[in-house]
C-alpha cells in the first residue's frame, strides 16, 4: 500500500532547510493564481495612474501596458510556467513581465504594495463572481415563476412542522422560493454597492508619496470611488465576509428547495417525477433512482457556511493594518462563489425537468383534515365564538380520525350533529379550492392574489436586470478600457 510521503525532517540550525519551511509554508500561489486576470486589469490600470503622475513617460507606459497584456495572453494560452519560489500570483506576473521587457519591469510596483493590490484583486474577482450568481439566481427565479404561471389552480397541501396545515397553490409554494431568492439577490446588490470602492493607493498602509490621481484609477476600473482610509483599505475583509454570507443563505435557500425535491420524489409523497438523466441508480437495488443532485445541494450549506465560518474567525482580533492571516481569505471566498454558482445551476436543471402530478397533489389534501381551521372560520361568520368553533371543530377532527373519514366525505348531517349553524353551503365550503379562493388577502393563494404577487415578481425581475446591466458595464468596462480586445478566455 502506498502510503503519503512525510515531511523531511527540519534541522534547525541549516538554513535551507529553513527556507524551504517559509516557502512552502507561506506560498499562496496555488490558490491566488486564479486572481491573474485581475491582477494584470489591476496593473494595467496602475499604469495609466503613474502616467498621469509623470512618474512613467508615455512609452514606457505603453511598453509595460504591452508586457502585460503579453504576460495575460501567455497564462491564458497556457504557455507560461508560473514558478512556486515567487510566492504569489502577483510577484510571478511580475517576473513574466521582467522576462518580455527587461529591468523596465521594476517600475510597475512604484507607488503600490501587495497589501492594497491583493485587496484590489479580490474585490475585481468578486465583482464578477458577485454578477455570475445573480445570473443563476435569475435564471432559477425565472423557472420558478413559469411552474407557478402554470399552476395557479393546482391545489396541494401547505405544511407547518412537516405536517399537513391548510390548502395552498403550487403556485404560491413556487412563489414562496422565489421571494427568498430575490431577497438573496437583493442581498449580493447591496454587498455590490459597499465593496464597490477601489482600495488602489493606499499602498502598505499609508499610502504613497506620488501624485496619484486615486478617484481617476478608481473610475478606470468601474468603482464609484476610491476607499477613504488607507489602514482600513488593506485591512477590510468586511466585504468577503458579507459576500460568503450572502452566498451561505442562498445555499440555505436552495438547501430547502433541495429537500423538498427529495421529499415530493419519494412515491409516498409521489408529487414530483425527476427526469432519469438526473437521478442515479442504485449499485444493488435495481428498481431505485435516487435524487442525488438534490442531496447533495441540500449538503453544500455546510460547506458555504464554513467558508464564512472561516472568514470570520480568520478577521476576529486582527490589529491593523495587513496581515498575513488574511492570506487565508482566497480559498474560502472561491469555494463559496463555486458552490452556491453550481448548486444554483443543479437545482435549475431539476426543477426545469421535473414533472408534476397534480391528481396527487390534491389527493393529499384529503389528509390531515386541512380544512379544520376553514370550518373554524365557517361558525365564527354564523356568529360562534372564536374558541367555541376551535373546541366544536377539535372533537370534530377527533371523531373523523377514529373514522378514518376526511371532512370531505361528510354528509351535512354529520356536521349537524355537532352545529345546526352548519348550513349545506358547508359542502362546498369544505373544499380545498373553495379555501383557497377564499383567501383574497394581499400575498395570499388566490387566483387574483397570485397574479398580484407574480405581476410584483416580474416587476422585481426587470429590476434585476437593470442591477445586472449595471454591474455588467463595471466589469465588462473595466476590461474594454484596460484590456480591450486582448482580454481573451479569461476565467470566468
Known amino acids: 500500500m502506498q502510503r503519503v510521503a512525510k515531511k523531511a525532517k527540519i534541522d534547525p540550525l541549516h538554513a535551507a532547510a529553513q527556507e524551504e519551511v517559509v516557502t512552502e509554508y507561506t506560498s499562496s500561489l496555488p490558490f491566488d493564481k486564479e486572481l491573474y486576470f485581475w491582477d494584470i486589469v489591476g496593473s494595467l490600470a496602475h499604469v495609466d495612474s503613474l502616467k498621469k503622475a509623470k512618474v512613467l513617460t508615455a512609452g514606457e507606459c505603453d511598453k509595460i501596458r504591452k508586457g502585460l497584456v503579453s504576460v495575460l495572453d501567455g497564462i491564458n494560452k497556457g504557455k507560461v510556467v508560473l514558478r512556486p519560489e515567487l510566492e504569489d500570483i502577483h510577484m510571478n506576473v511580475e517576473a513574466l513581465l521582467g522576462d518580455r521587457i527587461g ?10 504594495s501587495r497589501n492594497d493590490q491583493i485587496t484590489l484583486d479580490l474585490k ?37 412542522h412537516f405536517l399537513p396545515a391548510q390548502p395552498v397553490t403550487l403556485a404560491h409554494h413556487m412563489m414562496a422560493h422565489w421571494f427568498k431568492l430575490h431577497r438573496d439577490f437583493d442581498r449580493l446588490s447591496c454587498c455590490y454597492k459597499r465593496m464597490n470602492c477601489c482600495p488602489l493607493g493606499a499602498g502598505a498602509i499609508a499610502g504613497n508619496t506620488y501624485d496619484i490621481d486615486r ?18 483599505s488593506v485591512s477590510d475583509r468586511d466585504y468577503a465576509a458579507e459576500t460568503m454570507f450572502c452566498l451561505s443563505m442562498i445555499q440555505v435557500h436552495l438547501s430547502s428547495i433541495a429537500e423538498e425535491i427529495a421529499l415530493w ?8 417525477k425527476l427526469s432519469p438523466t ?66 444554483l ?66 354528509e351535512l348531517s354529520c356536521f349537524k350533529e355537532y352545529s345546526n349553524l352548519f348550513g349545506k353551503d358547508v359542502l362546498e365550503y369544505i373544499k380545498p379550492e373553495s379555501a383557497v379562493e377564499r383567501r383574497k388577502l394581499h400575498g395570499g393563494p388566490a387566483v387574483s392574489a397570485e397574479k398580484a404577487s407574480i405581476a410584483i415578481a416580474e416587476k422585481y425581475s426587470k429590476q434585476q436586470l437593470e442591477v445586472m446591466s449595471s454591474i455588467e458595464k463595471d466589469v465588462e468596462g473595466t476590461i474594454t478600457r484596460l484590456v480591450g480586445a486582448k482580454a481573451g478566455s479569461r476565467p470566468r
Open 265 to 272: 420524489n419519494n412515491p409516498q409523497f409521489g408529487y414530483i
Open 124 to 160: 475585481l474577482y468578486s465583482r464578477e463572481r458577485i454578477l455570475e450568481t445573480m445570473e443563476e439566481l435569475y435564471e432559477l427565479q425565472e423557472v420558478l415563476l413559469s411552474i407557478a404561471k402554470k399552476n395557479l389552480r393546482t391545489v396541494m397541501p401547505g405544511m407547518t
Open 215 to 232: 478617484f481617476a484609477t478608481a473610475a478606470a476600473m468601474g468603482f464609484r470611488g476610491p476607499t477613504s482610509n488607507s489602514m482600513d
Open 345 to 410: 445551476w443543479a437545482i435549475r436543471a431539476l426543477l426545469c425537468c421535473m414533472e408534476f402530478d397534480a391528481k396527487r397533489m390534491r389527493a393529499a389534501c384529503s389528509a390531515g383534515n386541512i380544512l379544520a381551521t376553514d370550518l373554524a372560520d365557517y361558525l365564527v361568520k354564523k356568529g360562534m365564538p372564536f374558541r367555541t368553533a376551535y373546541l366544536t371543530v377539535k372533537g370534530m377532527v377527533n371523531e373523523s380520525i377514529e373514522e378514518g373519514e376526511p371532512f370531505e366525505e361528510w
Open 278 to 343: 438526473l437521478t442515479t441508480s442504485s449499485s444493488m437495488m435495481p428498481q431505485k433512482r435516487n435524487p442525488d443532485v438534490a442531496e447533495l445541494a441540500r449538503a453544500k450549506v455546510g460547506r458555504a457556511v464554513g467558508d464564512m465560518l472561516s472568514m470570520i474567525v480568520v478577521m476576529k482580533g486582527l490589529p491593523l493594518s495587513y496581515n498575513r492571516d488574511l492570506q487565508e481569505d482566497k480559498e474560502a471566498i472561491f469555494d463559496a462563489f463555486d458552490t452556491a454558482v453550481d448548486s
Open 103 to 112: 529591468k523596465l519591469a521594476g517600475k510597475l510596483h512604484t507607488g503600490r
